[in-house]
């Protein structure tokens, strides 16, 4: 692996992947990156961040939930991110139904919190009914990267202590 592939893998494994997200935009930011993930290498995602993050209004949940037909089609020609309808379309109504979530418990932030604990199952279950495009690797690789499942690092990785000491979820 090149020395900038290292770097775009380490910045991201060694700040971000596996510790709590308190905000509600940077949650569904992460859930649309592991949506767009699918059939591909994380590598590409890393590397797309920032046009996600243009293209996305810098993942704005009530600005992509408003997305008109005009906007999707602006998406399916931007070559900043992954064009999938499917995935275009999944962001934009997960956009709308995080908007529910915030309406009856304040945040998804609180929404999640509510949940736990639940095993992978039963969250896989729980997001195929409430959200578009989460299977089962979608939504496992989602909730360990933001703190609500244990395995984003093993106990012999140095970043675990951080990761405990940011007491993800899964820990408490």
Not at 34 to 62: C, H, M, V
Not at 116 to 124: A, D, Q, S
Not at 158 to 163: D, S
Request: hydrophobic share 40%.
């Amino acid at each position: 692996m090149s020395d900038p592939r290292k770097a775009l893998h380490k910045a991201y494994h060694d700040t971000l992947y596996g510790f709590p997200i308190e905000d509600d935009n940077e949650l569904f930011c992460r859930l649309v990156l592991e949506i767009n993930q699918a059939g591909l290498s994380w590598e590409t995602i890393l590397k797309k961040e920032a046009g996600f993050r243009k293209a996305y209004d810098n993942f704005d949940i009530t600005t992509v939930a408003a997305y008109t037909d005009a906007d999707r089609e602006r998406l399916m020609a931007d070559p900043g991110i992954i064009r999938n309808r499917l995935k275009i379309n999944a962001a934009i109504e997960n956009a709308k139904t995080i908007l529910g979530l915030q309406q009856e418990y304040g945040s998804f932030k609180n929404w999640l919190e509510g949940q736990h604990p639940k095993t992978k199952e039963e969250w896989v279950k729980l997001f195929k009914k409430t959200f578009r495009f989460t299977g089962g690797e979608i939504v496992n690789e989602f909730l360990m990267s933001i703190g609500y499942l244990p395995g984003a690092h093993s106990t012999s990785c140095a970043i675990y202590a951080n990761v405990q000491e940011a007491n993800p979820l899964w820990m408490r």
